[in-house]
């Protein structure tokens, strides 16, 4: 089997293309892709524990920490002790991460948008069925191909 024919090759190739497309964007605004999802990932009135945002995105909690550090330096970011659980740290935007989040957020719709007007409905919905079943497919509890 050719790798153009496997499944995983198409997914990885097809992601790697949007992350440089992303990253290509967040550059004009001094960023890249990962510090988009995260920002994307905080709730812009509330915050979001520190705790809940790899998991969304599914970053490292190492690679999170960094990143949030560097967001945090940049004054993009700032942590707050939660008001009724002081053991829970939560992360807030700034303005300034208010507007890289605005960014984000537009550079995504305008991509979503641009594949919508090119890809009929009936065929994006067959392929988020097909993701779909991929995704539970592998994330069946095993970590292991059976």
Not at 34 to 39: I, K, Q
Not at 44 to 57: C, R, S, V
Not at 95 to 106: S, V, Y
């Given at each position: 089997m050719k790798p153009n024919e496997t499944v995983d090759y198409n997914i990885k190739a097809a992601w790697h293309a949007i992350q440089r497309?992303?990253?290509?964007?967040?550059?004009?605004?001094?960023?890249?892709?990962?510090?988009?999802?995260?920002?994307?990932?905080?709730?812009?009135?509330?915050?979001?524990?520190?705790?809940?945002?790899?998991?969304?995105?599914?970053l490292e909690t190492r690679s999170l920490t960094r990143m949030l550090k560097s967001l945090e330096e940049n004054k993009i970011i700032y942590r707050a002790s939660?008001?009724?659980?002081?053991?829970?740290?939560?992360?807030?935007?700034?303005?300034?991460?208010?507007?890289?989040?605005?960014?984000?957020?537009?550079?995504?719709?305008?991509?979503?948008?641009?594949i919508r007007e090119r890809i009929a409905p009936e065929k994006l919905s067959i392929f988020f069925e097909v993701m779909n079943d991929i995704l539970q497919s592998t994330d069946n509890g095993k970590n292991e191909i059976a």
């Open positions: 497309m992303y990253n290509a964007e967040a550059s004009k605004h001094s960023s890249t892709a990962a510090a988009g999802f995260v920002l994307l990932n905080i709730d812009a009135q509330n915050g979001t524990p520190a705790t809940k945002i790899a998991p969304l995105i599914g939660d008001s009724r659980d002081k053991r829970l740290v939560r992360i807030f935007l700034t303005d300034l991460g208010k507007e890289k989040r605005e960014a984000a957020r537009e550079t995504v719709l305008k991509f979503n948008h641009r």
